[in-house]
């Protein structure tokens, strides 16, 4: 599923996140969805669980407090893709 990740009055990027069989490891649920691509080039794809709302990466999981994650949760939750209101990053 696309995503919008925006920062507010600044830009906007576009992830991709697929439904896994994984499990979350903060919740049990089976919501987790994963980053396609090879995401961040220290800690790897991006893990999240729509259930509960953690999120990780192989450093390990945590809740997410980080607005644009929320934010890409909100989305994989509803299955809508939010429209930018900011341009595009570069």
């Known amino acids: ?3 919008l990740n925006e920062y507010p009055g600044r830009h906007h990027y576009w992830d991709e996140f697929e439904k896994t ?7 049990g649920a ?9 995401g961040d080039y220290y800690v790897g794809a991006d893990f999240v669980c729509i259930s509960c709302g953690s999120d990780w990466t192989m450093q390990g999981p945590g809740v997410s407090k980080e607005q644009n994650m929320i934010g890409k949760i909100e ?3 509803s ?12």
């Open 30 to 38: 089976k919501d987790v969805w994963e980053e396609a691509g090879p």
């Open 75 to 77: 989305q994989l939750k």
């Open 79 to 90: 299955g809508v893709t939010k429209a930018p209101t900011t341009k595009r990053g570069g």
């Open 1 to 3: 599923m696309r995503i």
């Open 21 to 27: 069989d994984y499990f979350c490891p903060e919740c």
